[in-house]
């Protein structure tokens, strides 16, 4: 049979068109997820490394196709409950494919560039926590409603108002590598904590917007919602001892916390309450005033 140049070219072509198709994977992260998975015998994996070993492996090829990939996290719970939602048989590999295209690919994913697993997962953990502290923290807000003596979105000021004491935090300890971490009080004892680094260099201010809008988030459900909770941050400076201050956060309002709250905060296990030895080379200091809401 004779073959014309279309024939001889279409390989070549399907490839290209691969080339330009992006592609997001699923991963299980942990032992537990995987473990979880094992029950479905068209799940042909016995052992989480050798798991993640293939799928570095399918990553970097998928990488050396020139195909764009993202990387999200598969959740055996949330896919059984879409599978039961949508009558689809989870033992099988087209409704994890599914799954992963519709559900999984639609939350938190990040890009793969090569890196080695062990690297990407954590950094992928990380952004799915933030997400989901966000997401708690967001619901929190809304439902705060209207003020009821002004008229005022509680959920809008209380976000304007975090924001401000950031600001305010920030401006006022000045040059360093700052490192912030909010946490407030929320259901079932597990605390919302939200992290943020931020560095100032001869009065110019850097700081992720992501991790801002995190971070504001959580501390303005805790002043809408009277929630106790706190500020702390440790400051890094060339050839000096680190320096660590608090704010605490009681009946929607932030003030500074004393030298001896802040050693206290600083040098108790949040889990389980006993005290933790203080770290050599860090100095304990008294929160600063942040000012009035007048002072804007």
């Known amino acids: 049979?004779?073959?014309?140049?279309?024939?001889?070219?279409?390989?070549?072509?399907?490839?290209?068109l691969r080339n330009e198709t992006p592609s997001t994977v699923a991963v299980l992260a942990d032992e537990r997820d995987f473990a979880a998975m094992r029950r479905y015998g068209s799940f042909h994996f016995d052992d989480h490394d050798t798991y993640l070993r293939h799928m570095e492996g399918h990553l970097r090829a998928l990488a050396a196709q020139g195909t764009y990939t993202s990387v999200a996290l598969f959740d055996p719970v949330d896919y059984e409950e879409y599978c039961t939602d949508l009558h689809l048989d989870p033992d099988t590999a087209l409704s994890r494919t599914r799954y992963t295209a519709e559900v999984a690919a639609a939350g938190t994913k990040i890009t793969y560039d090569g890196q080695p697993v062990a690297r990407l997962l954590p950094r992928l953990i990380d952004e799915a926590e933030r997400q989901a502290t966000w997401e708690y923290a967001s619901a929190l807000l809304a439902t705060g409603g209207d003020c009821a003596s002004c008229g005022e979105d509680i959920g809008r000021a209380a976000f304007a108002r975090a924001s401000r004491a950031l600001r305010r935090i920030v401006e006022a300890v000045g040059e360093g590598r700052h490192h912030l971490v909010c946490s407030v009080q929320a259901e079932g004892g597990t605390p919302l904590v939200a992290v943020l680094h931020a560095e100032c260099d001869d009065g110019r201010l850097q700081l992720g917007e992501a991790a801002a809008l995190v971070f504001c988030t959580v501390l303005a459900a805790g002043?809408?919602?009277?929630?106790p909770g706190g500020v702390v941050l440790r400051t890094t400076l060339p050839d000096r001892p680190d320096t660590v201050r608090g704010w605490g956060l009681k009946d929607g309002t932030l003030r500074p916390l004393t030298e001896a709250e802040v050693f206290a905060a600083y040098c108790t296990d949040a889990q389980t309450g006993e005290p933790v030895p203080p770290e050599p080379g860090v100095e304990y200091s008294a929160g600063i005033a942040l000012g009035t809401e007048e002072d804007d």
């Open 1 to 16: 049979m004779a073959h014309t140049d279309n024939d001889r070219h279409r390989p070549t072509a399907r490839r290209r």
């Open 223 to 227: 002043l809408a919602t009277d929630r």
